[in-house]
């Protein structure tokens, strides 16, 4: 058997020990173990949204726009408040016609009626007196005369009879009288109970024109603060129909709030909130100003159809300008730290040291 020649034994050797090399330092070799994770930076803009249900009928100001904060950047339509406003004076003026008919009957129920009908009790009082007192005098008459023998006895009992009906009558006139007071005040009460009746309809029609009327003042959007504007075309907002509290438009203003991503079951639960990160954002001048030093500041407690919500903040001054929308990865770090080999198997097989 020939033997290899010396120089093909020692890059043979030199090959095995570098290939040693590499595999101990991937198993011996350990680093902290990192989440990545995208996501986009949010910033301080603010929302435009609709105050009430309506259609947009004009949008004043582009995408991209600088305004100031209280200028006017939509309009909704006020055509529905215009019809609630017509339907609700037409219900306010039937009900205030209704009003003025019963005033109008309880006026004279009170000039002319009841006094009619006391002085009507006055004549019949006084008509009874009369017939009883003519059926007393007659029954005195009648009653000498039967003494003298002049009538019958029966002629006087007609009388006395007479005189107790005559009295009977009288003294129903006078149970009428008084009850008369009675029925009257029963008479204004029902006529003062539909007038109230018609006063509190009367007052919820005010309190619902009072909020048409707030919403008819609610038909213009206008900028919460001063920034550019960000939204859709006039094309795709004109015409749209809204909810009330929809947003419509916003207005970004200058800086960050913080950078929001999504870690799924594993990054969950090795990311701690504090945690140091490093973010890489897309078309950030790396050579410039290279990464953004940030932590984790907040971490949900439910997942949502993305994953885990991470809030991270910048930690000091950004090295240099943050918009709001810039997006990248979030290396966030975690307290383990594991080998080379067993990330490149991670990652190779989906195994979890967890």
């Known amino acids: 058997m020939r033997s290899r020649p010396p120089l093909v034994r020692t890059v043979l050797l030199l090959a095995g020990a570098f290939v040693a090399a590499i595999v101990l330092v991937l198993v011996l070799v350990r680093i902290d173990r990192v989440v ?60 205030a016609t209704r009003r003025a008919e019963l005033e109008r009957e309880k006026r004279h129920l009170i000039e002319t009626l009841q006094p009619a009908e006391r002085e009507g009790f006055a004549r019949a009082l006084e008509a009874g007196r009369l017939v009883v007192e003519a059926a007393q005098a007659k029954e005195a008459r009648f009653a000498e005369l039967e003494r003298q023998g002049l009538v019958e006895k029966t002629e006087l009992e007609d009388a006395v009879l007479a005189r107790k009906l005559a009295e009977v009558e009288l003294e129903k006139v006078r149970a009428d009288e008084r009850g008369l007071g009675a029925r009257e005040a029963a008479a204004g009460a029902e006529l003062d109970a539909r007038i109230a009746e018609l006063g509190h309809a009367s007052d919820e029609l005010d309190i619902q024109a009072a909020e048409v009327e707030r919403r008819a003042g609610q038909s213009e959007l206008v900028a919460p603060v ?42 969950r639960a090795r990311v701690a909130s504090g945690a140091p990160a490093k973010l890489r954002l897309e078309g950030y001048p790396w050579l410039v100003h290279g990464t953004v030093e940030a932590k984790v500041v907040l971490i949900a407690d439910r997942a949502d159809e ?49």
């Not at 986009?40 to 105050?51: D, I, L, M, N, T």
């Open 36 to 95: 990545v994770a995208d996501g986009a930076f949010e910033g301080p803009s603010r929302a435009v949204r609709a105050p009430r249900d309506g259609v947009v009928l004009e949008l004043l100001v582009d995408a991209g726009t600088r305004v100031e904060a209280g200028a006017v950047l939509a309009r909704l339509d006020a055509r529905a408040v215009d019809a609630e406003r017509a339907e609700l004076a037409t219900r306010r003026a039937a009900l």
């Open 226 to 267: 001063a920034g550019c504007v960000i939204g859709p075309s006039r094309a795709e907002l004109v015409g749209r129909a809204l909810h009330a509290g929809d947003e419509v438009l916003r207005v970004a203003v200058a800086g960050v709030d913080a950078f929001v991503a999504h870690v799924d079951d594993r990054g």
């Open 306 to 354: 993305r994953g885990w919500l991470v809030r991270l903040a910048v930690d000091g001054n950004p090295p240099g300008p943050l918009y709001e929308g810039m997006s990248g990865k979030a290396r966030i770090a975690t307290e383990e730290r594991v080998s080379i080999a067993w990330l490149v198997l991670e990652e190779l097989f989906g195994l979890d040291s967890k």
